[in-house]
């Protein structure tokens, strides 16, 4: 079901900057804000991002939002082993009128 | 801080209902709109429905026909019910708590915090 695209796999080094894309249309990111969770292997999905580059109180600052137009990205600055998780993004679809999930991104930390 | 936790049974036949309960602790219920979320084994995410304290729902269009949300305030839970199962059903169910920019709607809303999540086997 879904229509938000995220690379299945990204990876990259201690100490890296990485990003993840997630890309869109015009009923979901184009006309909404975008939340990342982050799920760590074996547990729930944590919120990382809301409202595009907002952290809840807790989460480094190492972790970035933004959004252009239809697509989104999550980056990772100063990558850590404990970064190794799936990363998902999500946004409000006005033709579900309801929120979207990507089909998440396996992030390895090399 | 508030906590989530689901009950419910673990395996549930093909055809039959899955019932599960999500317990809020440390904050009331009131206020809040509340969230189911599954993930099938090795899948992604896929949101279920949600329910406001004082009784509305919204549901996934593609569940809609066989889903009910439903709450009981006195006791600071809501509950989840799924008919006519499928072994497509088997998954991990997550509640959440479901929050937005805007008191008035929905768009833009983000699931903090979230329960441990619950695997359900539809399996005879």
């Known amino acids: 079901q879904s229509v938000l695209t995220q690379p299945p796999s990204a990876s990259g080094t201690p100490g890296q900057r990485v990003t993840i894309s997630c890309s869109g249309s015009s009923s979901n990111i184009g006309s909404n804000t975008v939340n990342w969770y982050q799920q760590l292997p074996g547990t729930a999905p944590k919120l990382l991002i809301y409202?595009?580059?907002q952290r809840p109180s807790g989460v480094p600052d190492r972790f970035s939002g933004s959004k252009s137009g239809t697509s989104a990205s999550l980056a990772i600055s100063g990558l850590q082993s404990e970064d190794e998780a799936d990363y998902y993004c999500a946004a409000w679809d006005d033709s579900l009128n309801g929120p979207l999930f990507g089909g998440g991104t396996k992030l390895t930390v090399l | 801080q508030v906590q989530l936790q689901e009950s419910g049974p673990g395996l549930v036949k093909p055809s039959e209902t899955l019932s599960l309960t999500c317990t809020v602790s440390g904050g009331s219920i009131s206020s809040y709109y509340w969230s189911w979320i599954r993930q099938p084994p090795g899948k992604g995410l896929e949101w279920i429905g949600y329910?406001?304290?004082?009784?509305?729902?919204n549901y996934n269009p593609s569940l809609k026909s066989r889903v009910t949300i439903s709450v009981d305030t006195s006791k600071n839970q809501f509950s989840l019910k799924l008919s006519s199962v499928t072994a497509a059903d088997t998954a991990v169910y997550y509640c959440?708590?479901?929050?937005?920019?805007?008191?008035?709607?929905?768009?833009?809303?983000?699931?903090?915090?979230w329960g441990q999540g619950t695997l359900v086997t539809v399996s005879s």
């Open positions: 959440a708590r479901d929050l937005a920019p805007s008191a008035v709607a929905r768009e833009g809303s983000w699931f903090d915090p």
């Open positions: 409202s595009n580059n």
């Open positions: 329910i406001y304290y004082s009784g509305s729902t």
